[in-house]
């Protein structure tokens, strides 16, 4: 029965699939189709060139959309907006859940490591760049954002706050559910994000486990497992 209805779930996701692949990628990579795009996602800007894939094509090898039966509550449905002008990568393999919100804005760009895994409900939010490490696991609703949003300016003694900075996040690094990694964040390999996290400084020494509020390193010299 498992089975049947996956095979049912992909069926449906076939139009969305083709028009995402057609349209952002060249016809010799589209027809291979690495893209399975699930009925959940909106899609509104997209332009040929925007998406690349930096590896061999295998057909939906890159899931948007995923639908999975757990308890984890489907906030949103998926929206995906690209800039024509930006730029989203893809290094291997990944799965995107059900509510997966991706927007780059003008002069931005998103790449995404091999073997990208993130549950329901995450938001990318792109100003300037973030770059996602190989063999990364986040948890459901946890929102990576590298700019304060908006056209406000904050002035600091009459200097003006920078609005955005990239995000780096290492290979092999879990983030748990809730967390939220902003601007000008950099987190080391192997780390883990704990539970309900607000990262907003960087943490350059590899594997440790991070959180609290404010932020800090709760337990060094740590390994984790998928």
């Given at each position: 029965m498992f089975e049947l209805r996956r095979r049912l779930e992909i069926l449906s996701a076939l139009p969305k699939s083709i028009y995402f692949n057609f349209k952002v990628l060249p016809w010799k990579k589209a027809i291979r189709m690495p893209f399975l795009v699930y009925p959940n996602i909106k899609l509104r800007k997209l332009s040929k060139g925007v998406v690349k894939i930096n590896s061999d094509l295998h057909p939906f090898m890159i899931k948007v959309g995923l639908v999975y039966n757990d308890d984890v509550p489907k906030i949103n449905l998926g929206y995906i907006s690209l800039a024509s002008n930006s730029r989203i990568e893809f290094n291997g393999n990944a799965e995107l859940s059900y509510?997966?919100?991706?927007?780059?804005?003008?002069?931005?760009?998103?790449?995404?490591?091999?073997?990208?895994?993130?549950?329901?409900?995450?938001?990318?939010?792109?100003?300037?760049?973030?770059n996602i490490g190989n063999d990364v696991l986040m948890g459901w609703n946890i929102n990576i954002r590298d700019n304060d949003g908006g056209n406000h300016k904050i002035f600091v003694e009459g200097n003006m706050k920078e609005n955005k900075k990239p995000i780096y996040i290492g290979n092999h690094v879990w983030i748990c559910s809730y967390s939220h990694i902003l601007k000008g964040v950099t987190i080391a390999d192997n780390c883990v994000v704990a539970y309900n996290s607000c990262i907003t400084k960087s943490f350059i020494e590899k594997s440790n486990l991070i959180g609290g509020n404010p932020t800090r390193i709760i337990q060094e010299h740590i390994e984790w497992q998928r």
């Open positions: 509510g997966v919100i991706i927007k780059t804005c003008n002069n931005s760009k998103i790449t995404f490591g091999k073997n990208f895994f993130c549950n329901k409900n995450c938001s990318f939010i792109c100003s300037s760049k973030i």
